[in-house]
DNA sequence: TTGTAGGCGTTATCAG
DNA sequence: CTGATAACGCCTACAA
């Protein structure tokens, strides 16, 4: 049976013979309510399964407890596995998250971001695009007073915000460390796009592994892609061209392009492919399907970036925390051997 | 510079020194307003970057303007993917969109389902958890003329609903035809946990391709598993240990149990494996680097269910369809060979 | 052409 | 203990 005619507290109230506001109160369990009207009044509300509209308190409470994430990609295990951590705080406090995807472009990210501050959510966590350079469309959020934590993704030395990342310059670091552990003196790097967040922390921390160890530097080890399969065997080709400088291991910023790597190396049958030891940022649970796996894995624990992200921006709506009181949070990776 | 009072109509009609409803109309473009106010209140408005509380509009017009999805895993490639179709539709037409995941956990669903209800959702898209068998929680929707669209699972026979499905019959269908052609004559399935979107029409489709071809259905080639890896392979002991009726090809109700199955065929050196040739369904962007990919996939294009499906939602919200008039839509699987 | 008033559903304050 | 009233921000029929 479909109600035409909505169950409010005004329905509820003619029903009962009652005004409004004893409704409203008895629902919400004052103190200064009789009893028995309590009892009539909630038996009431759950026949005609009343629930108070949402619209309606937003409006009052100037709250839409809607908490906005915009991210690159949903395919990518990373971000949906962050989302993990950031659903489970969040519906826990009893607000609802709206994800928008902007698929690495500037102008879906605009259009989101446009979207959701109409939407007057109450906060929001951002992972850029790999091509955000200018953040007008981010500051206006925090112009209104909403707060923003960008997250996974390190938008830039200068800008103040606040942020959640994982320790990239750790993870690379330690798997950098662990291939010199076996023994491995040329050791390639493969970089991806030359924005900061992939790029600095990483090559750092392979770097300092290196010297840390005293294995020499070679430029001729290092290269630099993007998502793009073909900038990728470009890059490998580039790696693994001089025979002089041939690397018996590969460090690389993610998994997905590691496995392209692989992939080619093996379909030209390079003399190294069979000695090579391999390690990418991601852990993805589809290793253990693989005929040749990397030797280790970067785990960066999404749902712990996730989950760092949510409290902060919980801080932040609650006023725990100062909006304008930047604040860094770095979450170390691990290294899995396979 | 953070503001603390917000900019709404009031706030600009006082600047401006007119009333609100000048203010509002004037921004909606009414064509009795005079052009020079408009001009003057617009560009008011853009220097004070208002924007509209959706709050009071939606409490106003009795919408949200949010359309609910829930679904069981973000992880799951296949509910990922049909959500870009879902999304693309929804955005385009000024909804947001707000997914809620499930983990095939029927508590987490109804949860998921009142709060998106609480929230008034002008629509719910669900695939339902895999232990859903009461479905008062979604009726509650229908009751107050919410429309609901069921996608990619099947909720039962006899429930009265709207549905946008996979073609799982054609899917495995086509797939067991393809293993047929392929000279095969031992064909095992490998089924999915016993609730009806998983078994029925898959299995079907494998019977009646088996009957098609004149090829005797062998009750010990068929098995059931669920997303339990132990299940999984307990599954394919009993399917592989009659030497007499050893499969040569197996088809699976989805590729990563696929990928179980073969991976522990393999550990166990099982005698059939070199020469056994599998199908699932997905077509996982994965296979690519599998070192024994199966030799084809059904595609479920799961972008076209999600756009089915919201374009079938968008439909009953504008009531060009009667929410009594229930639908049934069926998207085509694809068979892709590798 | 502009302004006034009422209502969407809820909660809070204050009076009865 | 209960009820009337105002307010949140917006829109719109009607009055001026």
Do not use: W
């Amino acid at each position: 049976m479909i109600r035409n005619t909505p169950v409010t507290l005004k329905f509820l109230a003619e029903k009962l013979k009652m005004s409004v506001s004893t409704v409203s109160k008895a629902l919400n369990d004052y103190p200064t309510i009789n009893e028995y009207t309590k009892k009539r009044v909630q038996e009431m509300a759950r026949d005609f399964h009343f629930t108070p509209n949402k619209s309606a308190i937003n409006l009052k409470e100037r709250k839409s407890r809607i908490i906005g994430i915009i991210l690159p990609n949903l395919l990518d295990h990373f971000f949906t596995r962050s989302i993990y951590g950031v659903e489970q705080f969040a519906t826990a406090r009893g607000y609802n998250v709206i994800i928008r995807q902007t698929h690495d472009e500037l102008a879906k990210e605009i259009q989101a971001a446009n979207m959701l501050l109409k939407s007057r959510v109450d906060g929001l966590i951002i992972a850029i695009s790999k091509n955000t350079k200018d953040f007008a469309h981010l500051e206006q959020f925090e112009n209104m007073g909403t707060p923003v934590v960008y997250y996974a993704r390190n938008p830039s030395f200068n800008l103040n915000c606040h942020k959640v990342l994982g320790n990239t310059f750790q993870g690379s670091y330690e798997a950098t460390k662990f291939l010199i552990g076996r023994k491995h003196q040329k050791i390639a790097y493969l970089g991806g796009p030359k924005m900061i967040s992939f790029s600095h922390d990483r090559f750092n921390g392979y770097i300092n592994a290196l010297k840390d160890h005293q294995i020499p530097f070679v430029a001729g080890l290092v290269a630099y892609t993007d998502f793009d399969k073909e900038n990728t065997i470009l890059a490998i080709q580039k790696l693994f061209s001089d025979p002089e400088n041939r690397p018996t291991a590969l460090v690389a910023f993610k998994e997905p392009i590691l496995f392209d790597a692989i992939k080619y190396l093996r379909s030209i049958h390079h003399p190294s492919f069979a000695e090579m030891e391999c390690i990418g940022f991601g852990n993805n649970a589809f290793i253990t399907y693989l005929d040749v796996p990397p030797v280790a894995s970067i785990e960066e624990n999404p749902e712990a970036v996730g989950e760092n992200a949510i409290k902060l921006l919980l801080q932040l709506i609650d006023q725990e925390v100062e909006l304008l009181h930047y604040q860094k949070i770095i979450v170390d990776c691990k290294l899995v051997v396979h």
